[in-house]
Every structure is written in structure tokens, then in C-alpha cells.
């Protein structure tokens, strides 16, 4: 089965604009959750989706938000961005409740804010 | 509060020597424990977990409910040992994983 993969694997922005991130899931994998990882904070949990509901929610602002499509491809949205929000966003995908639950990660999103 | 603490930033041993990278966790449940490993310029991978009790690359971690710890360990570390090294609670089977900060493991020849 292919991995995880997150499009794109770069992107630099400037202050107060937005920027959209996808991820695809491993083949038959419903579940979908996102992490920033900063080297001062390490990886936080953003949110996890599920069956294109959001099923758990991490302590990020509401700038931060996603959105699951019915073929459990994944976005995660940031607006009005900050300095701070320069970041390494992981997503990673899981067959919640399967065998395992183990959750396999993508290579991420290098995000530079600047 | 449910949290991870990894009390060492880096840790630096000689091929051969063993290792110990520690994990302690805060969770008053019953809790899913995990390692996962990132290699230089690779993504981020499940090492081992606590339910399986398998031993993954030579490495073992066994969960101790009383000290609250799941310490990493490995009697033999190799140069390819080397990397970043994330100790990870989930509580709960649904709920989303929570790292500590990371060891970085450095074994030098």
C-alpha cells in the first residue's frame, strides 16, 4: 500500500495570509489526524478526523481548522497566519478501531511564515 | 493532565553501550503506550508499543504502571540507533496521541 502523503512539502507565506494543507490517507484508512512540530513545543496534536466528522480537537485557535472529504482525504486550513505558526505539519492516518490502531505519519509540510 | 515527559534532550553513548531512554507519563487510566522513531531525513515511525511486548530492532520498553514509566531500552546500541526518539500516550483506544519533547539518541563508533 502507498504511505501517507501530504501535498505540498514546502510552502512559505507571508503574515496574515492563510494557507491550505492536504494529506491522503493509507488505502482503507478512515481516520486522519494532524500535529504541528516545533523544536520548542515537539508535536502537538492539532485534530483528528473520522468518517469526515472531527472527532477529537487539540488546544490550537480557531484559526486552525480542517475538513475530511467522503474519500477520508484530508485539509487542514490556517488563516491569518502568524510568525509562529512556522511549523513541520504532520498528518498521519489510521484504520481506527482496526487491528493495531497503529497511525502511520506522512512526511509532513514545511511551513514558513514569513 | 495528561502528559509525557522525556527528562533528556539528547543522550550520547558509544557503539555497544546500552541504552536507556526514559519515558514517564501522567494518566489516570489505563493508557496505550508507544515509541516512535524519526531516522535523519526520514518520517516519523512506530518503534514498538507496550501491548505488543515484542522486542523491534533489538529495543524494549516495558510499561510500569507504579513508577508511571515506559522506558526504552537496548542492550547493544548500534550507529544506526541513531535518531529522534518520541515516547507517546494515547488514552483510550480513540483518543489522539500525546508526545513527550524527544530524545535525540547519538551513538558514536
Known amino acids: 500500500k502507498a504511505g501517507v502523503t501530504q501535498t505540498p512539502r514546502y510552502l512559505i507565506k507571508t503574515r496574515g495570509q492563510q494557507v491550505t494543507l492536504s494529506c491522503s490517507p493509507i488505502s482503507g484508512h478512515r481516520s486522519v489526524s494532524w500535529y504541528q512540530q516545533t523544536p520548542g513545543q515537539g508535536l502537538q496534536f492539532l485534530f483528528e478526523y473520522f468518517s469526515e466528522t472531527q472527532r477529537n480537537k487539540g488546544n490550537f485557535p480557531g484559526r486552525f481548522s480542517g475538513r475530511q472529504f467522503s474519500n477520508s482525504r484530508s485539509e487542514m486550513n490556517v488563516s491569518t497566519l502568524e510568525l509562529g505558526d512556522s511549523a513541520l505539519y504532520l498528518c498521519?492516518?489510521?484504520?481506527?478501531?482496526?487491528?493495531?490502531?497503529?497511525?502511520?505519519f506522512g512526511p509532513g509540510t514545511r511551513l514558513t511564515v514569513l | 493532565a495528561q502528559r509525557v515527559t522525556q527528562p533528556e534532550k539528547l543522550l550520547s553513548v558509544f557503539k555497544g553501550a546500552p541504552v536507556e531512554l526514559k519515558c514517564n507519563y501522567s494518566?489516570?487510566?489505563?493508557?496505550?503506550l508507544f515509541w516512535y522513531v524519526q531516522y535523519s531525513r526520514q518520517r516519523l515511525q512506530l518503534l514498538l508499543r507496550h501491548i505488543s511486548r515484542e522486542s523491534i530492532k533489538g529495543f524494549t520498553a516495558d510499561l510500569n504502571k507504579g513508577e508511571t514509566s515506559f522506558h526504552l531500552k537496548k542492550p547493544f546500541a548500534q550507529e544506526e540507533d541513531s535518531a529522534m526518539y518520541y515516547c507517546?500516550?494515547?488514552?483510550?483506544?480513540?483518543?489522539?496521541?500525546?508526545f513527550g519533547k524527544g530524545t535525540k539518541l547519538s551513538v558514536k563508533p
Open positions: 498521519a492516518s489510521r484504520d481506527r478501531g482496526g487491528k493495531g490502531n497503529e497511525q502511520f
Open positions: 507517546a500516550l494515547r488514552a483510550g483506544s480513540q483518543g489522539n496521541l500525546i
Open positions: 494518566y489516570s487510566g489505563s493508557p496505550e
